[in-house]
């Protein structure tokens, strides 16, 4: 049932209205975004009810699919708001491919109120067998997002007993708890992790004390911030595309929906160099998968890991050794147009002259250039742009185009 000649969709995250743009412009072949209610991250931007219209507008003109989120686990007084929104979605002269839940009663309002559209079973409801797919399919389910906890054998086991298509993740953060049903957040902060608001308590550093020694913590350590318990590297596959195409998964999905711009643009196009690179010579060689590999360190992380793609759960947990994010080129500027041999962005954090800069096009590994100029938007002279949204030009040698991103070389 592996399917070798259909290339796997590369799916990407929008947590907001541009960079749904970059991942659509770096080469997304679909989007997944939340309204402003009932998906897993309350804390993106997110989208209005007008502005899922007019994503879902802009992604067809540009023959691109849009999946919404609606994958939170509701209680029973959210039922009604949740009817409320899901008849407001219907009456949109435009609409998402799919939407993507968790819950079966979720489900069952979907195929009641909006029978129209496919859904897709989110990672939430951790499926992790090709018997728990067909019941999926014998629902009317069309695709399942399978649990983040399975390895390539699993993956092939229900490849070859099921024909649903399967999603999983490829990139991006993993939680520490089982296909991200987590109650850490509700019991330290009472914001429910499954309701779209986790504070990711995951990520804070924790000391060990005795109960009745308050005021000493004990030395069982692992870095001088703490110990951290609970914290999950970071998901690259960047270096085993060809692992991932034999798994007949059919959709590759990038996490990172409170991510930036720069994030989606830059991951996205990694991986769409990646995956094209591999169809069209059927492999990718070793000097290209090194060049892949810085572009994807280019970005905020933590420690990157192959997930439970080849170790089981209960053999190796994931968790950070190194508790911070790992930074690295900073995100300066998104291009707003060219003109007579001068690139103009719009400032995304600040930059001086004499800078050196790369900038970003789609299927590209970056230009390199020096900021030995900077005008602002009359053409002035500036000894640099400080100001969040500020325009400035920059002189370059080659075309550049809008939506191309700017970012330090370093």
């Known amino acids: 049932m592996i399917n070798l000649q259909k290339k796997p969709e590369l799916l990407a995250p929008a947590g907001n209205f541009e960079k749904l743009k970059s991942a659509i412009l770096f080469g997304a072949d679909a989007v997944y975004f939340a309204g402003k209610n009932f998906g897993m991250r309350a804390a993106a931007d997110n989208f209005t009810l007008e502005e899922i219209e007019q994503a879902c507008l802009y992604a067809h003109e540009k023959n691109k699919k849009l999946y919404l989120t609606v994958n939170t686990v509701p209680k029973s007084r959210d039922i009604s708001d949740l009817k409320n929104y899901l008849h407001e979605i219907k009456s949109m002269s435009d609409k998402p491919d799919a939407l993507i839940c968790a819950d079966i009663?979720?489900?069952?309002?979907?195929?009641?109120?909006?029978?129209?559209?496919?859904?897709?079973?989110?990672?939430?409801?951790?499926?992790?067998?090709?018997?728990?797919?067909?019941a999926w399919a014998d629902?009317?389910?069309?695709?399942?997002?399978?649990?983040r906890e399975l390895s390539f054998d699993d993956i092939r086991d229900i490849r070859e007993n099921t024909d649903i298509e399967l999603e999983c993740f490829i990139h991006g953060a993993m939680c520490v708890s089982y296909s991200g049903r987590c109650l850490i957040s509700n019991y330290l902060t009472g914001r429910d992790a499954n309701k779209g608001a986790c504070t990711q308590p995951c990520r804070w550093n924790y000391y060990i004390v005795e109960e009745q020694r308050p005021n000493i913590y004990l030395p069982v350590i692992e870095q001088s911030t703490g110990t951290t318990l609970f914290s999950s590297k970071d998901l690259c596959m960047i270096e085993h595309?060809?692992?991932?195409?034999?798994?007949?998964?059919?959709?590759?999905?990038?996490?990172g929906r409170m991510k930036s711009a720069y994030y989606a643009a830059c991951i996205t196009n990694a991986y769409r160099i990646a995956l094209d690179n591999f169809y069209n010579t059927g492999s990718i060689a070793p000097e290209l998968v090194q060049k892949l590999k810085l572009e994807t360190e280019s970005v905020s992380r933590r420690e990157y890991d192959t997930g439970y793609f080849y170790s089981a759960p209960e053999a190796d947990a994931k968790i950070c050794e190194n508790p911070d994010y790992i930074r690295e080129k900073t995100y300066l500027g998104l291009c707003v147009g060219y003109e007579d041999g001068f690139a103009i962005f719009e400032q995304r954090n600040k930059i001086i002259i004499g800078q050196q800069i790369q900038i970003l096009s789609p299927g590209s590994f970056g230009h390199d250039a020096c900021a030995d100029i900077l005008l602002d938007e009359k053409n002035e002279p500036i000894e640099s742009a400080p100001h969040p949204f500020q325009i400035f030009k920059i002189p370059v040698d080659f075309e550049v185009r809008e939506g191309d991103i700017l970012r330090s070389a370093d």
């Open 139 to 147: 629902f009317g389910i069309t695709r399942i997002i399978l649990s």
């Open 241 to 255: 595309i060809p692992d991932l195409v034999k798994s007949g998964v059919s959709s590759f999905k990038i996490e």
């Open 105 to 134: 009663g979720v489900v069952a309002l979907v195929k009641k109120i909006l029978p129209e559209l496919d859904i897709h079973i989110s990672t939430q409801a951790n499926v992790q067998s090709y018997a728990a797919c067909e």
